[in-house]
């Protein structure tokens, strides 16, 4: 029973993650996203589950294939990604936004593929829905973990994105660092926790640093 629980610290614990980009349509044949490939967050679904997590995973659109058992939930939109977290958001004991949501989408999505003109053309663009802010609002006893992109005073940013979002960890990704992030087999990142604790951490793969990310988790529960 002890080996048991040191091999699976997280059997009986639900976790949610969500991963990928999203896409915004334009019209029928074009959107707005992003070069996310949906790498780090489905290596964190496979640890969690290899650790014995039920794992319900959302994903924008990828090539990523799970290895272990995940309840994959296929979105497109990030309106949709907001109302599948919001539909398990409640039974979970664990979230980990690990999407690279789209922050606008176009006003309107024309019916018919737009044709070209002579003239020029603007889409004009409204703020989508802050999933990880809403699910920091709705908090009760999970854990929310989320991620920041920062390519300027990324310490601060990443604290001020932790108290608007009500976190208890973020995750921040260093994309100036050489081989590190969007398309790359490895991050560098920085822990920083809701007591603004900083650890920063070396370059390594990206099924490291989710081994990492799910320590924190295991962690989380000992405490
Ligand atoms: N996020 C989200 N829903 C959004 C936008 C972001 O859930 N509509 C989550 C991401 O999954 C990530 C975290 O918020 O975990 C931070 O994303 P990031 O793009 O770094 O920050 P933003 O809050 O969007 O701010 P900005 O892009 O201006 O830095
Ligand atoms: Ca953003």
Known sequence: ENDIQSKLPLRGKKILITAGPTYEAIDPVRFIGNHSTGKMGFDIANEASK???????????????????????????AQEMYDECHQYFNEVDVAICAAAVADYKPKVVADQKIKKSDAEFSIE??????????????????????FALETENEIENAKLKIQKKNLD???????????????????????????????????????????????????????
């Open 125 to 146: 663009l409204e703020k989508t829905k802050d999933i990880l802010a809403s699910l920091g609002k709705l908090k009760r006893n999970q854990f929310l973990i989320g």
């Open 169 to 223: 960890l973020i995750v921040l990704n260093s994309l100036n660092d050489e081989g590190a992030g969007f398309g790359k087999p490895t991050n560098k990142i920085t822990f920083i926790d809701k007591n603004f604790n900083i650890e920063p951490r070396e370059l390594k793969s990206k099924e490291l640093v989710a081994e990492d990310i799910l320590e924190k988790v295991v962690l989380s529960f000992n405490n």
């Open 51 to 77: 650790l014995g997590a039920e794992v319900i995973l959302i994903s924008g659109p990828t090539n990523q294939k799970v290895k272990y058992p995940v309840q994959l939930v296929n979105v497109v939109s």
